[in-house]
Nanobody
Framework: QVKLVESGGGLVQPGGSLRLSCIAS????????MSWYRQAPGKERELVAG????????NYADSVKGRFTISKDIAKNTMYLQMNSLKPEDTAVYYC???????WGQGTLVTVSS
């Protein structure tokens, strides 16, 4: 059974940082590409960043390039999203996704506000 569990969200001031984690189970973690999505209030869910199975290739939405970093720790079956220089417009529920097996996590809320 595929399971994705996010954590690490919270309230942070503009300019601050957070690191999100997504712990995966039920599949071979190094085989599959994964991604982070987010959904802000009243908006559609959007792709934030993606990473290849082994973790060597990454891609980012233009809105987060240079501020966010996606990574994988294969030994820990965990994907991360390091978010720096956060802006109020980054406020959203962040989800990890395993597209190949049509799996989503439950989401973790990030609020950027002073």
């Amino acid at each position: 059974q595929v399971k994705l569990v996010e954590s690490g969200g919270g309230l942070v001031q503009p300019g601050g940082s957070l690191r999100l984690s997504c712990i995966a189970s039920g599949f071979t973690f190094s085989t599959y590409a994964m991604s982070w999505y987010r959904q802000a209030p009243g908006k559609e869910r959007e792709l934030v960043a993606g990473i290849s199975g082994p973790g060597g290739t990454t891609n980012y939405a233009d809105s987060v390039k240079g501020r966010f970093t996606i990574s994988k720790d294969i030994a820990k079956n965990t994907m991360y999203l390091q978010m720096n220089s956060l802006k109020p417009e980054d406020t959203a529920v962040y989800y990890c996704r395993l597209r190949a097996l049509d799996a989503w996590g439950q989401g973790t809320l990030v609020t950027v506000s002073s």
